[in-house]
Nanobody, 121 residues
Framework: QVQLVESGGGLVQAGGSLRLSCAAS????????MGWYRQAPGKQRELVAT???????NYGDSVKGRFTISIDNAKNTDYLQMNSLKPEDTAVYYC???????????????WGQGTQVTVSS
């Protein structure tokens, strides 16, 4: 019913930049918030950044000052601009969205398939 499609991952050298995007489609009544989480091998999934429909943002401590999240409500898409990348940013990045599929329905969390980001030293 709802699909999240991520794009923009890849390989970059330390100090470089990447921009991830996540487009939501399908049966969408409203999107309350979107965000990004990441999971490195052998580690738990962790918060990267979230943004509400109104533009309020929240960042994980390890990315504050380097990453910026933004949202285009008209396109049901969010973006994660990642600057000053470090090898420890290497992980699979997952898009998340909290979406209502109908009037009065309880919002549910949806996840993308994940996109690999690799930062070489």
């Amino acid at each position: 019913q709802v699909q999240l499609v991520e794009s923009g991952g890849g390989l970059v050298q330390a100090g470089g930049s990447l921009r991830l995007s996540c487009a939501a489609s399908g049966r969408i009544f409203s999107i309350n918030a979107m965000g990004w989480y990441r999971q490195a091998p052998g580690k738990q999934r962790e918060l990267v950044a979230t943004i509400t429909r109104g533009g309020s943002t929240n960042y994980g401590d390890s990315v504050k000052g380097r990453f910026t999240i933004s949202i285009d409500n008209a396109k049901n898409t969010d973006y994660l601009q990642m600057n000053s990348l470090k090898p420890e940013d290497t992980a699979v990045y997952y898009c998340n969205a909290r979406i209502s599929t109908g009037f009065g329905s309880v919002p549910a969390d949806y996840w993308g398939q994940g996109t690999q980001v690799t930062v070489s030293s």
